[in-house]
C-alpha cells in the first residue's frame, strides 16, 4: 500500500504575507493555503521517500489567538489521519507562538498507540513565506525529513533544522530563527543535509488522557475548563487574584485554577500568596510552577510545622495549565 504523509495547515507566520519582500517583521500571519506552500517548495518530494503528499487546511488562525477549541479541532484530524493505515505521518504548519502549547496538547490527547507508531511534527517559521530569506521552505523540508525517519514517532517539533520534544519545548526567542530550545535536556536531534541525527532514543510518550470530548467524533467543547496564569514579581499582590475568583458575570465561566509562573524555584509574593491559599480554600486548584527560563520546582521535605504548600509542576506554566485543564476536564 502507497504511504501517504499528511500536512495539516494551521497559520502562523510560515503562511504570512508582507507587502514587501524585504519586510520580515509587519506582515499578515495566516494568509497562504498550506497546499500552496507545499506546491512553491522544489526540494520536497526527494525528501518523501516513496510516500505521496496530503494536505488539509485545518484553520488558518495567527496561533496568539487559538483557543482549546482550535487545539481539539486539530486533534480530531491529527486522530483521523494517524487512524488510516496508508498514513505515515503528519506534519502540522503552525504559528511559533504558541506552537509547544498545541504540542503538549497533541502529545497528551492523541491516544498513545497511535503515537506509539507514527510522529507529528509540528513546523513554523520566524520569516513570512513572502520573505526574500524566508525560513519556511527549508523548515518545512526538515519536517518531512523526520516525519519520514525510521522509527519516529510520537509528538514533535522542528525548527531551524533542530528537533524538540513536546514535552520540552519552548519559544525563546522573538526574532530569531533558531527561536526554540528544550532547557536543559536539549533537543533530540537535528538535520543536517537532508539527514536526521538523533542524539539519543525518540522521547518516550506522555500519559495521554481519555475523555469522550477528545473523541474523533466529538464536535468542539465551548466550555473548558477555566484555568488563568498568574506571575509572581516584586510589587506583586492578591487584587488580580480575588478579581479572578469573584462572582462570574452571565458569559464568563468559573473560575477552576490557577497557574502561578513564581518566581525562582515557584515562590511567590506573600500578599499574591496569601490570595491564592483563600482560592484554593473555595475550591480553586492553584499549581505553582517557575517563571525561570530553564529548570523545574524543586519540591522541599514535607515539613509538619509548615502551612500546607501549594502544589508544584514541573512543566513551563503555560503547558502546566494545558495539564491541569485536562485534568479538571476528566474530574
Ligand atoms: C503565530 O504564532 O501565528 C505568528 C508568529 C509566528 O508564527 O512566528
Not at 511534527?121 to 519536517?143: I, K, W, Y
Amino acid at each position: 500500500m502507497q504511504q501517504r504523509v499528511v500536512f495539516l495547515g494551521t497559520g502562523g507566520t510560515i503562511a504570512g504575507q508582507a507587502q514587501s519582500s524585504e519586510d520580515n517583521v509587519s506582515y499578515q500571519a495566516a494568509q497562504i493555503e498550506v497546499g500552496q506552500l507545499l506546491e512553491a517548495i522544489p526540494g520536497l518530494k526527494g525528501q518523501l521517500r516513496g510516500a505521496i503528499l496530503h494536505s488539509e487546511q485545518v484553520f488558518q488562525r495567527n496561533s496568539k489567538d487559538l483557543d482549546p477549541s482550535h487545539w481539539q479541532q486539530l486533534q480530531g484530524r491529527v486522530v483521523h489521519y494517524l487512524s488510516q493505515a496508508d498514513v505515515q505521518a503528519i506534519v502540522i504548519t503552525h504559528g511559533t507562538d504558541t506552537a509547544e502549547e498545541t504540542a503538549y496538547f497533541l502529545a497528551r490527547t492523541v491516544p498513545a498507540a497511535l503515537l506509539r507508531l507514527k510522529p507529528v511534527v509540528l513546523t513554523c517559521a520566524m520569516r513570512p513565506a513572502t520573505s526574500a530569506q524566508s525560513d519556511g521552505p527549508q523548515n518545512m523540508v526538515d519536517a518531512l525529513c523526520v516525519a519520514t525517519s525510521l522509527g519516529a514517532h510520537g509528538v514533535l517539533l522542528v525548527c531551524s533544522a533542530t528537533v524538540h520534544s513536546a514535552l520540552r519545548v519552548q519559544k525563546v526567542h522573538p526574532y530569531r530563527l533558531d527561536a526554540f530550545d528544550s532547557g536543559e535536556a536539549g533537543p533530540v536531534g537535528v538535520v543536517e543535509e537532508g539527514q536526521l541525527r538523533l542524539f539519543g532514543a525518540w522521547p518516550e510518550l506522555l500519559e495521554t488522557v481519555v475523555h469522550h470530548a477528545l473523541s474523533p467524533l466529538a464536535s468542539p467543547k465551548r466550555d473548558w475548563p477555566r484555568v488563568e496564569i498568574v506571575t509572581s514579581h516584586a510589587g506583586a499582590n492578591g487584587a488580580v487574584v480575588r478579581a479572578m475568583c469573584a462572582q462570574p458575570s452571565a458569559s464568563e465561566s468559573p473560575l477552576r485554577g490557577i497557574v502561578i509562573a513564581g518566581t525562582g524555584n515557584g515562590d511567590i509574593h506573600h500578599d499574591l500568596e496569601q490570595a491564592l491559599h483563600d482560592a484554593q480554600s473555595k475550591g480553586v486548584r492553584v499549581i505553582r510552577t517557575s517563571r525561570c527560563a530553564t529548570g523545574s520546582v524543586v519540591l522541599a521535605q514535607p515539613n509538619n510545622t509548615e502551612p500546607p504548600l501549594l502544589e508544584a509542576s514541573p512543566l513551563s506554566a503555560v503547558k502546566a495549565r494545558i495539564a491541569l485543564m485536562l485534568e479538571l476536564l476528566e474530574a
